[in-house]
């Protein structure tokens, strides 16, 4: 069996908890953390900026795909 992986936090207080091994590791900067840093915004993600702003354009082109049009409205 490997060894446990370790948090990788870096804070005032170096975390030495065991890492979670399905949802402890960080999509955007694939660090390994423990149950109570494994949030970006809980760890300082050096990444966190580039996903805010994936999000914002991801949620701007869905939106601006269902924007209503005015002349595909009905008039009677």
């Known amino acids: 069996?490997?060894?446990?992986?370790?948090?990788?936090f870096q804070g005032a207080e170096p975390?030495?908890?065991a890492a979670l091994r399905i949802v402890g590791?960080?999509?955007?900067?694939?660090?390994?953390?423990c149950g109570d840093v494994?949030?970006?915004?809980?760890?300082?993600c050096n990444k966190l900026e580039d996903c805010r702003q994936e999000a914002?354009?991801?949620n701007k082109a869905r939106l601006e795909s269902?924007?209503?049009v005015a002349s595909k409205?009905?008039?009677t």
Request: hydrophobic content about 15%; aromatic content about 6%.
């Open 56 to 58: 914002f354009s991801r």
């Open 25 to 33: 590791t960080c999509s955007h900067c694939q660090s390994h953390f």
């Open 38 to 44: 494994s949030l970006p915004e809980h760890h300082s």
């Open 73 to 75: 409205m009905t008039t």
């Open 15 to 17: 975390c030495n908890h």
């Open 1 to 8: 069996m490997p060894a446990k992986r370790r948090c990788q």
């Open 66 to 68: 269902e924007r209503t």
